[in-house]
Protein backbone atom coordinates (compact mmCIF):
# COMPACT_ATOMS: atom_id res chain seq x y z
CA UNK A 1 0.00 0.00 0.00
CA UNK A 2 1.40 3.40 -0.78
CA UNK A 3 1.69 6.35 1.06
CA UNK A 4 -1.11 8.02 -1.28
CA UNK A 5 -3.51 5.16 -1.08
CA UNK A 6 -2.67 6.04 3.13
CA UNK A 7 -3.79 9.37 2.86
CA UNK A 8 -0.07 11.00 3.14
CA UNK A 9 1.86 12.63 0.63
CA UNK A 10 5.03 14.16 0.69
CA UNK A 11 4.22 17.08 1.31
CA UNK A 12 1.80 16.31 4.34
CA UNK A 13 5.30 14.22 5.64
CA UNK A 14 7.39 17.22 5.13
CA UNK A 15 4.69 19.69 6.78
CA UNK A 16 4.29 17.26 9.82
CA UNK A 17 7.84 16.43 9.93
CA UNK A 18 8.68 20.45 10.07
CA UNK A 19 5.68 21.27 12.22
CA UNK A 20 7.14 18.09 15.07
CA UNK A 21 10.73 19.90 14.84
CA UNK A 22 9.74 23.28 15.20
CA UNK A 23 7.00 22.83 17.61
CA UNK A 24 9.29 20.48 19.71
CA UNK A 25 12.21 23.23 19.77
CA UNK A 26 10.38 25.79 20.48
CA UNK A 27 8.48 23.75 23.25
CA UNK A 28 11.86 22.47 24.47
CA UNK A 29 13.92 26.11 24.38
CA UNK A 30 11.00 27.56 26.18
CA UNK A 31 10.45 24.90 28.66
CA UNK A 32 14.10 24.47 29.04
CA UNK A 33 14.09 28.73 30.37
CA UNK A 34 10.84 28.03 32.36
CA UNK A 35 12.73 25.46 34.58
CA UNK A 36 16.24 26.49 34.37
CA UNK A 37 17.15 29.79 33.30
CA UNK A 38 13.52 31.31 35.47
CA UNK A 39 14.99 29.44 38.54
CA UNK A 40 18.79 30.02 38.38
CA UNK A 41 17.55 34.13 37.90
CA UNK A 42 15.66 33.80 40.92
CA UNK A 43 18.78 32.40 43.02
CA UNK A 44 21.59 34.70 41.46
CA UNK A 45 22.21 38.52 42.64
CA UNK A 46 20.11 40.97 40.50
CA UNK A 47 22.85 42.41 38.48
CA UNK A 48 24.26 39.37 37.39
CA UNK A 49 20.57 38.34 36.50
CA UNK A 50 20.12 41.82 34.74
CA UNK A 51 23.73 41.56 32.72
CA UNK A 52 22.86 37.81 31.57
CA UNK A 53 19.39 37.84 31.06
CA UNK A 54 20.45 40.80 28.53
CA UNK A 55 22.88 39.15 26.90
CA UNK A 56 20.80 36.14 26.36
CA UNK A 57 18.26 37.70 24.52
CA UNK A 58 20.50 39.25 22.03
CA UNK A 59 21.50 35.41 21.13
CA UNK A 60 17.89 34.18 21.18
CA UNK A 61 16.08 36.73 19.90
CA UNK A 62 17.14 35.82 16.13
CA UNK A 63 16.64 31.84 16.77
CA UNK A 64 13.30 31.92 18.79
CA UNK A 65 11.72 34.04 16.06
CA UNK A 66 13.13 31.66 13.29
CA UNK A 67 12.00 28.77 15.25
CA UNK A 68 8.44 30.34 16.21
CA UNK A 69 7.99 31.58 12.07
CA UNK A 70 8.91 28.03 11.06
CA UNK A 71 7.00 26.48 13.34
CA UNK A 72 3.72 28.56 12.14
CA UNK A 73 4.87 27.63 8.85
CA UNK A 74 4.64 24.18 9.29
CA UNK A 75 0.90 23.63 11.82
CA UNK A 76 -0.34 26.02 9.04
CA UNK A 77 0.30 23.66 5.47
CA UNK A 78 -0.53 20.81 7.77
CA UNK A 79 -3.70 22.38 8.57
CA UNK A 80 -3.87 22.93 4.59
CA UNK A 81 -2.99 19.78 3.66
CA UNK A 82 -4.77 17.15 6.24
CA UNK A 83 -8.75 16.73 6.88
CA UNK A 84 -11.20 16.25 9.76
CA UNK A 85 -9.50 16.17 13.04
CA UNK A 86 -5.88 16.14 11.91
CA UNK A 87 -6.50 19.69 10.36
CA UNK A 88 -8.46 21.34 13.31
CA UNK A 89 -5.58 19.71 15.61
CA UNK A 90 -3.13 21.67 13.14
CA UNK A 91 -4.79 24.72 13.21
CA UNK A 92 -5.14 25.15 16.88
CA UNK A 93 -1.25 24.15 16.70
CA UNK A 94 -1.23 27.24 14.86
CA UNK A 95 -3.04 29.19 17.09
CA UNK A 96 -1.05 28.35 20.16
CA UNK A 97 2.65 28.87 18.12
CA UNK A 98 0.83 33.04 17.00
CA UNK A 99 -0.20 32.90 20.74
CA UNK A 100 3.66 32.46 21.90
CA UNK A 101 4.29 34.82 19.57
CA UNK A 102 2.20 37.80 20.34
CA UNK A 103 3.10 37.20 24.29
CA UNK A 104 6.39 36.98 23.37
CA UNK A 105 6.51 40.57 20.98
CA UNK A 106 3.77 41.76 23.41
CA UNK A 107 4.54 40.83 27.26
CA UNK A 108 8.50 39.59 27.93
CA UNK A 109 10.09 41.83 24.65
CA UNK A 110 9.10 45.02 26.05
CA UNK A 111 10.19 43.99 29.49
CA UNK A 112 13.68 42.96 27.98
CA UNK A 113 14.48 46.18 26.75
CA UNK A 114 13.50 47.67 30.52
CA UNK A 115 16.39 44.72 31.46
CA UNK A 116 18.24 45.62 29.00
CA UNK A 117 18.16 49.47 30.35
CA UNK A 118 18.84 48.11 34.00
CA UNK A 119 21.57 46.16 33.49
CA UNK A 120 23.28 49.46 32.87
CA UNK A 121 22.06 51.53 35.35
CA UNK A 122 20.04 50.63 38.09
CA UNK A 123 16.47 48.77 38.34
CA UNK A 124 13.90 50.68 39.68
CA UNK A 125 11.83 50.07 42.93
CA UNK A 126 9.19 47.90 41.16
CA UNK A 127 11.97 46.05 39.42
CA UNK A 128 10.19 42.43 41.09
CA UNK A 129 6.77 43.07 39.92
CA UNK A 130 7.54 43.87 36.60
CA UNK A 131 10.29 40.49 36.62
CA UNK A 132 7.23 38.51 37.69
CA UNK A 133 5.13 40.04 34.50
CA UNK A 134 8.52 38.49 32.52
CA UNK A 135 7.95 35.10 34.43
CA UNK A 136 4.24 35.39 33.90
CA UNK A 137 4.42 36.07 30.33
CA UNK A 138 7.18 33.39 29.70
CA UNK A 139 5.03 30.69 31.90
CA UNK A 140 1.90 31.54 29.12
CA UNK A 141 3.89 31.35 26.22
CA UNK A 142 5.89 28.18 27.26
CA UNK A 143 2.46 26.80 27.63
CA UNK A 144 1.02 27.21 24.77
CA UNK A 145 4.03 26.15 22.63
CA UNK A 146 4.15 22.97 24.69
CA UNK A 147 0.21 22.44 24.03
CA UNK A 148 0.85 23.31 20.17
CA UNK A 149 3.75 20.66 20.34
CA UNK A 150 1.12 17.82 21.87
CA UNK A 151 -1.10 18.68 19.11
CA UNK A 152 1.07 17.97 16.46
CA UNK A 153 2.76 14.58 17.82
CA UNK A 154 -1.01 13.46 18.17
CA UNK A 155 -1.27 14.48 14.38
CA UNK A 156 2.30 12.84 13.40
CA UNK A 157 1.32 9.77 15.71
CA UNK A 158 -2.42 8.71 15.35
CA UNK A 159 -3.85 5.77 13.46
CA UNK A 160 -5.24 6.13 9.90
CA UNK A 161 -8.11 4.21 8.82
CA UNK A 162 -7.51 1.91 6.02
CA UNK A 163 -3.89 1.15 7.18
CA UNK A 164 -2.96 -2.41 6.38
CA UNK A 165 -3.37 -4.96 9.46
CA UNK A 166 -0.66 -4.80 12.20
CA UNK A 167 0.46 -1.47 11.09
CA UNK A 168 0.23 2.21 11.82
CA UNK A 169 0.05 4.77 9.14
CA UNK A 170 1.14 8.33 10.57
CA UNK A 171 1.63 11.70 8.43
CA UNK A 172 5.69 11.00 9.10
CA UNK A 173 5.15 7.27 7.29
CA UNK A 174 4.20 4.11 8.19
CA UNK A 175 5.60 1.97 11.00
CA UNK A 176 5.09 -1.55 12.52
CA UNK A 177 2.46 -1.36 15.17
CA UNK A 178 3.67 -1.19 18.82
CA UNK A 179 1.88 -4.23 20.61
CA UNK A 180 1.65 -3.77 24.34
Not at 60 to 80: D, E, F, R, W
Not at 110 to 136: C, F, M, S, Y
Request: net charge positive.
Amino acid sequence: MTTQQLGTSRATRFATRLALLCTGLLAGTFGYGAVNLVTTFNVVPLDVRLTFHSALMRVNGPVVQTTMALAVIGSIALAVLTRGGARRAAAAASALVVTSFLVTRFGNVPINGLIKQWAVTTPPADHADVLQRWEAFNLVRTLTALAAFVLVVWIATRSRPGAPDGQKASAIGVSPEISS
